[in-house]
C-alpha cells in the first residue's frame, strides 16, 4: 500500500480562510461553541468526492480565495460558492473530483454566486485535534492554525491517503455530485423556520411582520451571526428575558425588534427572546449569504422540517456513499 502526503504553500491567504471541520461537540456547557464549517453540505460533498470521511478538515474561503502552491501530487475538489477557482490558468469544475500535479498553483477570483468554498483534499489538512475537533474558532483562538486564519507564508499539511490502491484515481477523478443535488444559491433566498410556541414574547403582529418581509443582510455579520435589517418585530416587552442554550439558525429579537441569525460561532446562551429557526436544511442556503443580499422567511412545521433532513441524507447517501455515516453532518 503506497501511502501519500501532501505540502501546500499558502501564497496568499484570501480574505478570511480558516481551517473547519464538521465541529466541536460536548463543550457548550463550558462555553465553548460548536463552530465548523458554515455550509456543511459543502464540506461533506467535498471529502466525499475525494474519498475523505464527512469530518476530515477543509479550507473554508470567504468571498475572496487564497493562493496555494502544491508542491505534491493529491486529488482536490472545490464546492460551495463559485469564486473563480482556477488551477494553472484553466478553470476548475466545482462539485467534482480532479488531479493536481506537483507544482500546481490554485487560485480564486470574483465572486459569482455564494460567499463560502470549500476546498477538500485527499487526507484532509493535518491539523492538531483540540477538544475533539480540528476547527478554527478566532473569537477564542482555538483549533486551526493557532485559531486565527491563513497566512502568506503558512505551510498546510495533508493528511496520508492512498495514491494508487484498487483503482482508487480511476474511481474517484471525475466523479462529480448530481446536478439535482446542486444547491442553487443565490444573492436573495426564501429560508424555511420554525416558529417558536412562545407567542407572549413578542406582540400579535411580530410573527406576521417576520413572514411578510423582506431582510437585508448587515456589514455587520460574520460566522457568528447574521444582523438583519428590515422591519421590527415588535416584542411584547423590552425588559431581560432570561438567557436559555441557543442553536444554529436561532433568529433572536433584542430590544430594537432587528433580528440577530445565528450562524456556527454562535454563543452557547442566549439573552434575547427567539422567534423562529431556520430548518437545517436551509442552513447552507443562509450560509451563502452576505451583506447586502436579502432573505425572506416562511413557515415550516417541524414534521416537514425532518422529512427534508431525511430525505436530502437518503439522496446524498445514494448519490455519493460516506466513508462514515454521520448524519449530524448533513
Known amino acids: 500500500m503506497k501511502r501519500k502526503r501532501t505540502e501546500i504553500d499558502v501564497v496568499k491567504p484570501g480574505w478570511f480562510t480558516t481551517i473547519q471541520d464538521l465541529g466541536r461537540y460536548g463543550y ?29 478538515a477543509v479550507l473554508e474561503c470567504t468571498l475572496k480565495g487564497p493562493e496555494l502552491f502544491f508542491r505534491d501530487d493529491t486529488r482536490l475538489a472545490v464546492t460551495g460558492a463559485d469564486l473563480s477557482p482556477t488551477l494553472d490558468g484553466h478553470d476548475v469544475p466545482l462539485w467534482e473530483c480532479l488531479n493536481v500535479r506537483r507544482g500546481g498553483r490554485l487560485r480564486f477570483g470574483m465572486r459569482r454566486v455564494g460567499f463560502r468554498c470549500y476546498l477538500a483534499i485527499s487526507g484532509g489538512f493535518d491539523i492538531p485535534v483540540v477538544l475533539g475537533s480540528r ?23 495533508g493528511g496520508s491517503f492512498d495514491s494508487d490502491v484498487d483503482g482508487d484515481v480511476e474511481r474517484l477523478v471525475g466523479r462529480r455530485l448530481p446536478d439535482r443535488l446542486l444547491p442553487r444559491y443565490d444573492r436573495s433566498v426564501m429560508l424555511r423556520v420554525v416558529l ?16 411578510r418581509s423582506v431582510y437585508t443582510v448587515a456589514p455587520q455579520s460574520n460566522r457568528m451571526g447574521y444582523r438583519l435589517i428590515g422591519p421590527p418585530l415588535p416584542r411584547a416587552d423590552t425588559h431581560h428575558f432570561i438567557s436559555e442554550g441557543t442553536v444554529t439558525g436561532t433568529l433572536q429579537v433584542p430590544a430594537d425588534g432587528q433580528p440577530i441569525l445565528l450562524m456556527v460561532d454562535r454563543q452557547t446562551t442566549g439573552g434575547y427572546p427567539p422567534i423562529a429557526v431556520v430548518i437545517s436544511v436551509d442552513l447552507l442556503f443562509a450560509a451563502q449569504l452576505g451583506p ?3 432573505v425572506r422567511f416562511v413557515s415550516c412545521s417541524i414534521v416537514e422540517a425532518q422529512a427534508l433532513l431525511r430525505t436530502r441524507g437518503y439522496l446524498l447517501d445514494a448519490a455519493l456513499p460516506p466513508i462514515t455515516v454521520n448524519r449530524r453532518s448533513l
Do not use: I, K, W
Request: proline share 6%; with cysteine.
Open 196 to 211: 417558536d410556541s412562545r407567542r407572549e414574547l413578542f406582540q400579535d403582529a411580530a410573527v406576521s411582520t417576520l413572514l
Open 292 to 294: 447586502g443580499d436579502t
Open 135 to 157: 476547527s478554527t474558532h478566532c473569537p477564542s483562538r482555538t483549533g486551526g492554525l493557532d485559531g486565527r486564519p491563513l497566512r502568506a507564508g503558512d505551510l498546510l499539511l
Open 28 to 56: 457548550q456547557r463550558y462555553g465553548m461553541p460548536v463552530s465548523g464549517a458554515m455550509d456543511r453540505f459543502a464540506a461533506v460533498v467535498g471529502n466525499r468526492l475525494v474519498g475523505n470521511p464527512d469530518g476530515a
